[in-house]
Nanobody
Framework: QVQLVESGGGLVQAGGSLRLSCAASGSIFSINFMAWYRQAPGKLRELVATIASDGRINYGEFVQGRFTISRDNAKNTVYLQMNSLKPEDTALYYC?????????????????WGQGTQVTVSS
């Protein structure tokens, strides 16, 4: 079994900051990518940021330098530091990992999702 557990969401005023964490646990052989997505009510889920095991990073266009994704490979944990938050950043933020579970004899990778953590930015 593999689990992704997010933490760090909450209510913050516009211009404030939050730091999200996501820890992957269970029978994990290796993790390729870790990422953050978000979904606001009535909208499609969108990519916030991804980070590969070698440190390559990509951000969604809306980030515009406000967010920083980082990763602790030893802890199988990904972080999202969010600064200069805006009301339009309000959403449920999901952690995603593309990883190889130990039971995968052919070393196929699979996508796993966390349960989401709510971020609410008040104006």
């Amino acid at each position: 079994q593999v689990q992704l557990v997010e933490s760090g969401g909450g209510l913050v005023q516009a211009g404030g900051s939050l730091r999200l964490s996501c820890a992957a646990s269970g029978s994990i052989f290796s993790i390729n990518f870790m990422a953050w997505y978000r979904q606001a009510p009535g909208k499609l889920r969108e990519l916030v940021a991804t980070i590969a095991s070698d440190g390559r990073i990509n951000y969604g266009e809306f980030v515009q330098g406000r967010f920083t994704i980082s990763r602790d490979n030893a802890k199988n944990t990904v972080y999202l530091q969010m600064n200069s938050l805006k009301p339009e950043d309000t959403a449920l933020y999901y952690c995603n990992a593309e990883l190889i579970p130990t039971h995968s004899s052919q070393r196929y990778s699979y996508a796993y999702w966390g349960q989401g953590t709510q971020v609410t930015v008040s104006s």
